[in-house]
């Protein structure tokens, strides 16, 4: 925590420059009177929210009743709410991909979080992207927040099992393409995939990122996982609203708590449950905003030492409301209370050895002792090799284990374009025992790095009655999603990285065990094949040519060069 407390300004804060401050102050009332405000209230100290509602973004539905719950709890505590609007991003809903915008949404943020006059803020977050990127903004402003998420759907009984999206729409769609689903089955189950409010209802991207940013310390404890359609998420609401207050009093900053504690700490929790490959990407995005650097080696050594011990899909058979229902984060927290940097703060001013506590009751089902995990070891890995010299990503703990040793023979894929022409042509040479190869995709990529890495089984392998085969790329997959697949390798292809050299019928090499992922190919040829390479053409204009002028390696975190501190 700071020495010093911040003093209240309210809306005297970050006055506009006129020349003349006391008539900028003057005018900023004057205005803020015509929407009905009296001077009592706009004497008050001032709690932005940070509205990223959408008619195009389901999972964000519920945010205006968050943001009246949060309203009552600034108003019950003695301040002003101001409500103000930002990117929202919706993965199904943007092209080319919601990862595209997320520097985009972040910037967004942080220049209304700086420049607009509040004390603290309450950042509104849910589907995938957006949290990072709040995060990532609050990081940068380095103004008091709490980060409130909008919760996980709830999954529906239908037919003898529950479905939510979206690992149960992604197991569908597979059965669907393998010919063991017709096409009037697959568009009723589509009406039951998502049947409430809020994220998907599994440990992708959306929950993974709840359970991070509350074990970053943005959240109180327990607030990751609440249900969005539950009467507890309004609560959560309100008292986000009342803890920003506190936080105007006894300032404690997003610099205070994405620490390198912290930061190991959250990674410590995606191993631990078993959660998405695409959380390394944001969090090292947090992380590097502060000048923390994540270290892919390190992860290694902490996935070794951390089991998997949330029993969710796509890893396990659970969704979040189960997980939440068992005891959620708290008691997940003191499950790997020995392996916990427990000096970390969180917004509530306690840390991490304050906060944890033996909790009255688990579900064993959900959440797993440590003597009984379901893994022994973490759910991602990093791998290094002739292919991925600055490291490529594989979540284990959703791969097929009988693949983790292999030599295979690349097919590969020059685009998404290509993918899409090619990978149900019967004419396509494949067989089960070859390694799909997807190159292009990544963040340079007028694609964007989408969530592609998730390779569809050809179809006549897969009606064949194939579930899973070596699949490599430079994007991402859903966190969603499952297979052995090798993700965010960098330097992508776009960037002059070895993937951008390999062709059909070379050799590849993985080994889980040695953290490698080889190119068997001669260095003669690949200086033959490099020296016709050329890199893409950058956009003529507009987002498209900043991302491609100044988007960053996975490793990385995918952020813009420009928006890191000058020291990284």
């Not at 690992?167 to 009037?184: L, S």
Request: contains cysteine; proline residues 7%; negative net charge.
């Amino acid at each position: 925590m700071t020495d010093t407390p911040l003093k209240p300004h309210g809306l005297a804060r970050r006055s506009a420059n006129y020349g003349d401050r006391e008539f900028a102050l003057y005018l900023r009332r004057s205005f803020a009177k015509s929407m009905g405000y009296s001077q009592a209230m706009l004497d008050r100290p001032v709690v932005g929210i940070v509205d990223t509602g959408s008619g195009y973004n389901n999972c964000h539905r519920t945010v205006p009743e968050l943001i009246e719950a949060v309203k009552r709890g600034v108003l019950a505590a003695g301040g002003l709410p101001l409500p103000f609007p930002t990117v929202s991003l919706c993965e199904p809903s943007l092209f080319p991909t919601s990862m595209h915008y997320r520097n985009l949404a972040a910037l967004d943020t942080e220049a209304m979080l700086s420049a607009q006059p509040m004390d603290a803020a309450v950042l509104i977050g849910g589907c995938d992207k957006t949290v990072p990127a709040q995060l990532m903004a609050a990081a940068s402003a380095d103004i008091p927040c709490v980060q409130l998420v909008t919760g996980p759907m709830l999954a529906t009984p239908f037919q003898g099992e529950r479905l939510a999206a979206c690992t149960d729409c992604r197991r569908y769609w597979a059965a669907y393409r393998a010919g063991r689903v017709t096409g009037e089955r697959i568009a009723e189950i589509e009406s039951r995939l998502a049947t409430t409010a809020g994220t998907c209802g599994v440990m992708g991207t959306a929950s993974t990122m709840g359970c991070i940013a509350e074990t970053l310390g943005f959240m109180p404890p327990g607030h990751g996982s609440i249900p969005a359609v539950h009467a507890e998420r309004l609560r959560a609401a309100e008292e986000a609203g009342m803890l920003a207050m506190r936080l105007i009093a006894k300032p404690i900053l997003p610099s205070e708590l994405i620490t390198e504690a912290s930061v190991e700490n959250a990674l410590r929790v995606l191993l631990a449950l078993g959660g998405s490959t695409n959380a390394l990407i944001h969090l090292t995005a947090v992380a590097g905003r502060r000048g923390v650097k994540i270290d892919l080696d390190r992860l290694n050594t902490l996935s070794d030492e951390t089991p998997v011990l949330v029993d969710l899909k796509p890893t396990g058979e659970g969704y979040m409301e189960d997980f939440h229902a068992a005891g959620g984060m708290p008691a997940l927290l003191w499950e790997l209370r020995d392996l916990l940097r427990t000096e970390a703060l969180d917004v509530t001013g306690r840390t991490l050895a304050e906060r944890l506590k033996e909790p009255e009751f688990v579900d064993r089902r959900y959440i797993k002792a440590r003597a009984e995990p379901v893994s022994p070891v973490g759910g991602l890995v990093s791998l290094f090799g002739s292919l991925a010299p600055r490291g490529a990503i594989l979540k284990r703990s959703a791969a097929t284990p009988a693949l983790f040793e292999r030599e295979a023979r690349a097919v590969v894929f020059d685009g998404l374009e290509d993918l899409a022409n090619r990978i149900d042509d019967p004419a396509l040479d494949v067989t089960e025992d070859d390694a799909l190869v997807l190159k292009n995709a990544g963040p340079l990529t007028p694609a964007g790095m989408p969530e592609a890495g998730y390779l569809p089984i050809p179809s006549k392998l897969a009606r064949a009655g194939v579930k899973d085969m070596l699949r490599l790329s430079d994007c991402r997959m859903s966190g969603t999603a499952f297979g052995t697949i090798v993700l965010h390798i960098a330097p992508e292809a776009a960037a002059g990285g070895p993937l951008g050299l390999i062709e059909t019928g070379d050799r590849i090499r993985l080994s889980v065990k040695e953290r490698r992922i080889e190119l068997l190919v001669d260095e003669a040829t690949l200086a033959a094949r490099r020296a016709t390479w050329r890199p893409p053409a950058v956009p003529g204009r507009g987002w498209d040519r900043i991302v491609a002028e100044q988007v960053l390696q996975a490793d990385e975190g995918c952020d813009l060069a420009v928006l890191r501190p000058a020291a990284v």
